[in-house]
């Protein structure tokens, strides 16, 4: 039997923002090793994420910034469940997608969704491993770049 704590699994949760229980089965599987257990989970995560393709997601959030006085974007990031909208996780995957959609301003969403994060890794690529890490479908529904005076 693994030697861990209801405490460990919360730390586990917290680091990864995976179920409580499946948190458990990973430590369990590593035998109380949580670096092993945070890759279990991002293995299990990633098998999952096609089986989520077909969900809906109708919660999410919608970013807006002031690009200067002529320009603004608005991106609706949206997400399955309110709980995970209102995640700090969340808000910062959604950040993160507008600072790249700011510096590229891409013509529509498929574009954003091309656009490098960093080398070698995409937007899209970016949304899955969030899909992966929070179990859920994750996904750019709208946006909106501005390039005229905003009233």
């Given at each position: 039997?693994a030697?861990?704590?209801?405490?460990?699994v919360?730390?586990?949760r917290?680091?990864?923002?995976?179920?409580?229980?499946?948190?458990?089965?990973?430590?369990?599987?590593?035998q109380g090793?949580?670096?092993?257990?945070?890759?279990?989970l991002?293995?299990?995560?990633?098998?999952?994420?096609?089986?989520?393709?077909?969900?809906?997601?109708?919660?999410?959030?919608?970013i807006?910034?002031?690009?200067?006085t002529?320009?603004?974007?608005?991106?609706?990031?949206?997400?399955?469940?309110?709980?995970?909208?209102?995640?700090e996780?969340?808000?910062?995957?959604?950040?993160?997608?507008?600072?790249?959609?700011?510096?590229?301003?891409p013509?529509?969403?498929?574009?954003?969704?091309?656009?490098?994060?960093?080398?070698?890794?995409?937007?899209?690529?970016?949304?899955d491993?969030?899909?992966?890490t929070?179990?859920?479908?994750?996904?750019?529904?709208?946006?909106?770049?501005?390039?005229?005076?905003?009233?």
């Amino acid at each position: 039997m693994a030697d861990f704590t209801a405490a460990d699994v919360k730390r586990l949760r917290e680091m990864t923002g995976a179920g409580m229980m499946d948190c458990k089965r990973a430590l369990e599987e590593s035998q109380g090793d949580t670096a092993r257990a945070i890759e279990i989970l991002r293995v299990k995560g990633a098998k999952d994420v096609g089986k989520r393709a077909e969900r809906v997601a109708a919660n999410g959030l919608v970013i807006s910034r002031l690009l200067g006085t002529e320009a603004g974007l608005l991106l609706e990031l949206n997400c399955e469940t309110d709980f995970v909208a209102k995640t700090e996780a969340f808000g910062r995957l959604a950040d993160q997608v507008a600072e790249v959609a700011i510096q590229i301003r891409p013509a529509d969403t498929g574009a954003l969704l091309a656009a490098e994060v960093e080398p070698g890794t995409t937007v899209s690529a970016l949304l899955d491993e969030a899909n992966a890490t929070m179990g859920e479908k994750i996904e750019v529904r709208q946006l909106a770049i501005f390039d005229e005076e905003i009233g």
